[in-house]
């Protein structure tokens, strides 16, 4: 009853920056919060970052501090990834993911505490 789109991907060198977008339309009332993840070809899908959506408390994984920032629109239902300093092994489909409960049962990291995934964006980064 959530969809999300996400949309800013492409083909970047390294040193470069993009800036994902994740719309989210349907039923968006009772999102708690909104998050990113990324998953290359072979690899496991793993945790990019995340943002609680009333208070906008921020997480990151180690790899991307620093250099990637999470943010929101609540009006637009709107999360933003503002990727800085792009590196080769940044290179994945990212994708957007909602949790629609109170609060984060395992962690904010883990994959299955989000409800709604987006199809991903292709973000490929040259070496």
Not at 22 to 39: D, E, I, K
Not at 69 to 74: M, V
Not at 77 to 98: F, G, R
């Amino acid at each position: 009853q959530v969809q999300l789109v996400e949309s800013g991907g492409g083909l970047v060198q390294a040193g470069g920056s993009l800036r994902l977008s994740c719309v989210a339309s349907g039923r968006t009332f009772s999102t708690y919060a909104m998050g990113w993840f990324r998953q290359a070809p072979g690899k496991e899908r793993e945790f990019v970052a995340a943002i609680i959506w009333s208070g906008g408390t921020t997480y990151y994984e180690d790899f991307v501090k620093g250099r990637f920032t999470i943010s929101r629109d609540n009006a637009k239902k709107t999360v933003y990834l503002q990727m800085n300093s792009l590196k080769p092994e940044d290179t994945a489909v990212y994708y957007c993911a909602v949790r629609s409960a109170l609060d984060f049962g395992l962690g904010y990291a883990y994959q299955n505490e989000y409800h709604y995934w987006g199809q991903g964006t292709q973000v490929t980064v040259s070496s």
